[in-house]
């Protein structure tokens, strides 16, 4: 029923892969010894400086084509430094949507013109951007967007608000999806993808703030801001149909169970040798579910690779597995809550966002940052819904 069209005959990556593991681990820790960056756990931390360093070492736009600025490396190589990067808590968050999201679409979806307009900046860390899905009163019911584009002469006039929308104070543009036709009852119709410069006239952005005053999240309002139609992605009112590709992207890579790994890792350092009966069954738990979650994602990263023979074969195939990329999403982000509360159940100390103590830190990181994990990038009730129409077939 899931995973049926998977290949789980070659989970272990191959040497070139290894290899690169060897590599990323070794530029991580010098940087981290270099004081370039602090571990934050919970949040991909945004760092220019960082993302620069990364894309100088080839490893935005792994797999995009050459012509585009990337490196036609595989897909398994990009898991590899994804997994990385997550278990040493790096600040990729500058490049983390281009490269994981909106690359793959505009290969897939966008004219020459925006191929060549973004993706070179984007594998170079030069071009950094939002996605502007959800909306107040929405929710992860991307298909009640309220969000207009009225056509208008040369391109179309955009009206409406995006909220939890990360890092739009830093990025340079955003995806939006808006609808382009009057609703018909089918709400998934008449729905398009456009994409908005932060910087555009009747653009503004506004913080929303963690209950530690921390800046990730931000509600973005549009007023009557002009697109031209070279900023139209794909084609109009197909805008579902791309991104229902795009959160497959989303939700099945290893950031769906890897956020508190950084945790459950000094929380094995802070039992060590004499931790008790119950102690060694929550960590091996934990380590048995870990290690079942990331042989998911790696069939699936396994199954983008064998799918890209073509610069949108990989999308095509992120489209046909969207309900196994739920179910990642679904037990891995119930994954990352389970790491913290073991850790607070097993350690015995107080949490503090200012402790030198590395497993104290990423506790009080993990706290603030778990109301956040079961929702971004779709609710719990909407994957679990896309679960069960492939169980039970859709609704009369």
């Known amino acids: 029923m899931f995973f049926e069209n998977v290949d789980f005959s070659s989970l272990e990556v191959p040497a070139a892969a290894q290899a690169l593991r060897e590599e990323v681990c070794t530029f991580l820790q010098a940087e981290a010894a270099a004081g370039t960056f602090t571990p934050q756990v919970g949040h991909a931390e945004f760092s220019a400086e960082f993302t620069r360093k990364v894309a100088a070492r080839g490893w935005i736009g792994m797999t995009w084509p050459r012509r585009y600025g990337g490196h036609e490396r595989s897909y398994l190589e990009r898991f590899v430094v994804t997994e990385e990067m997550l278990a040493s808590a790096a600040p990729c968050a500058a490049h983390w949507f281009g490269d994981r999201q909106i690359g793959p679409s505009l290969l897939r979806h966008g004219s020459e013109k925006l191929k060549e307009r973004y993706l070179p900046a984007i594998a170079r860390g030069e071009c950094y951007f939002a996605l502007g899905m959800s909306e107040p009163n929405s929710g992860s019911d991307l298909a009640s967007v309220r969000t207009r584009a009225e056509r208008v002469a040369g391109g179309w006039r955009v009206t409406g608000q995006k909220v939890w929308t990360s890092w739009a104070h830093k990025a340079h543009a955003f995806f939006v999806l808006c609808r382009t036709s009057p609703d018909t009852g089918n ?103 870990f290690w079942t979650l990331r042989r998911m994602a790696l069939a699936i990263a396994l199954t983008l690779e064998r799918g890209s023979g073509s610069d949108g074969g990989a999308q095509q195939a992120t489209v046909d597995l969207a309900t196994e990329a739920a179910l990642v999403k679904d037990m891995g982000t119930f994954y990352e809550r389970e790491i913290t509360d073991a850790a607070r159940l097993l350690a015995g100390v107080e949490p503090d966002p200012g402790a030198h103590d590395a497993f104290e830190r990423y506790l009080a990181e993990a706290i603030v940052y778990a109301p956040i994990s079961t929702l971004r990038g779709g609710t719990t009730q909407v994957l679990r819904t896309l679960i069960a129409r492939r169980l039970l077939g859709p609704r009369p």
């Open 187 to 289: 709400r998934h119709e008449g729905l398009s993808q456009l994409i908005v410069e932060l910087n555009a006239p009747g653009v503004t952005v506004r913080p929303i703030l963690f209950m530690n005053g921390y800046h990730h999240f931000n509600e973005v309002f549009l007023d009557n801001v002009f697109v031209p139609d070279d900023r139209v992605v794909g084609e109009i009112g197909q805008g579902w149909k791309q991104v229902t590709s795009e959160l497959a992207l989303e939700r099945s890579g290893p950031e769906r169970y890897m956020i508190t790994f950084p945790l459950l890792v000094e929380l094995i350092r802070r039992l060590g040798q004499a931790a008790d009966v119950r102690a060694q069954e929550w960590v091996g738990r934990l380590t048995a579910r």
